[in-house]
T-cell receptor, first 112, second 116 residues
Framework: GENVEQHPSTLSVQEGDSAVIKCTYS??????FPWYKQELGKRPQLIID?????GEKKDQRIAVTLNKTAKHFSLHITETQPEDSAVYFC???????????FGDGTTLTVKP | GAGVSQTPSNKVTEKGKYVELRCDPI?????LYWYRQSLGQGPEFLIYFQGTGAADDSGLPNDRFFAVRPEGSVSTLKIQRTERGDSAVYLCASSLTGSSGGTEQFFGPGTRLTVL
């Protein structure tokens, strides 16, 4: 089955700096890659997603890049703010669109 | 409109007991998903419904776990003979469709299950 590895597990940056989180996946048939933000005690919320026919997608301060050949995708957050502090999860969905595999998460801390 | 809701928010039970966890998806969403999240880990896929039918139940850990969605809306996750290792937050999510290529999933607040 699919295996998703996420790095780093923790990331601390200064406010205003950029943050990058990377995920690799094993199933070359995976075709949908969302990123979720989960604050302590809250539900995961989608922040950005990308499909396998696209190499990059951007939404204001957040961007995601996908390298299908290398089977990895990355989340980029620019101009980080303290409210960006949370746990971020990547996920990969295969040809069966319902089944997903999540990474183990990255705890991002943005220091004011 | 209302988001995905789950009841109860917390459930404490004793080892060996039976529990039911309920999920109310967003109205009109045909796809419904159950996940289990342990502390410090990402959500682990359990089962996915498209309408009333389980399209993929390959994530259910064993035959103690079962889920239904009889009318294509509300879903119930049932766990028999609970074990301490079943303790986790059980998350439900729904999406407009389960079409190939993925669609945005909206998560519920979760049910925290503790098995003593």
């Amino acid at each position: 089955g699919e295996n998703v590895e996420q790095h780093p597990s923790t990331l601390s940056v200064q406010e205003g700096d950029s943050a990058v989180i990377k995920c690799t996946y094993s199933d070359s048939a995976s075709n949908y890659f969302p990123w979720y933000k989960q604050e302590l005690g809250k539900r995961p919320q989608l922040i950005i997603d990308i499909r396998s026919n696209v190499g990059e997608k951007k939404d204001q301060r957040i961007a995601v890049t996908l390298n299908k050949t290398a089977k990895h995708f990355s989340l980029h957050i620019t101009e980080t703010q303290p409210e960006d502090s949370a746990v971020y999860f990547c996920a990969a969905y295969g040809t069966n669109a319902g089944k997903s595999t999540f990474g183990d998460g990255t705890t991002l801390t943005v220091k004011p | 409109g209302a988001g995905v809701s789950q009841t109860p928010s917390n459930k404490v039970t004793e080892k060996g007991k039976y529990v039911e966890l309920r999920c109310d998806p967003i109205s009109g969403h045909t796809a419904l998903y159950w996940y289990r999240q342990s502390l410090g880990q990402g959500p682990e896929f359990l089962i996915y419904f498209q309408g009333t039918g389980a399209a993929d139940d390959s994530g259910l850990p064993n035959d103690r776990f079962f889920a239904v969605r009889p009318e294509g809306s509300v879903s119930t996750l049932k766990i028999q003979r609970t074990e301490r290792g079943d303790s986790a937050v059980y998350l439900c999510a729904s999406s407009l469709t389960g079409s190939s290529g993925g669609t945005e999933q909206f998560f519920g607040p979760g049910t925290r299950l503790t098995v003593l």
